[in-house]
């Protein structure tokens, strides 16, 4: 399988140096957990859309903070894990 961000083969979907980055990016350091729980605030009100399927999240069903791009949205959780390491 290709590496997501460089291409090259890898029997992940990023090859070592890049998977380093991607965990580092998106880790307890990098701020996740507060933008998750900061996040959560507006999904249990029902109002928040899903990044990938443009459908309501509602109040009490399961979500991912999705990684798209740059930018990290709340998705239904089966919307995130469909798309797997596709890219958005």
Not at 6 to 22: D, I, K, L, Y
Not at 37 to 53: K, L
Request: aromatic content about 6%.
């Amino acid at each position: 399988m290709p590496c997501l961000d460089c291409g090259s083969a890898c029997t992940g979907p990023r090859c070592p140096p890049h998977q380093r980055n991607h965990k580092a990016k998106y880790s307890r350091a990098a701020g996740h957990p507060q933008l998750r729980e900061t996040w959560a605030t507006y999904v249990t009100t029902g109002t928040v859309t899903c990044a990938r399927c443009a459908w309501p999240i509602g109040p009490t069903e399961a979500w991912d903070l999705d990684h798209l791009g740059d930018e990290s949205r709340p998705s239904h959780a089966s919307c995130n894990r469909a798309a797997g390491g596709r890219r958005s």
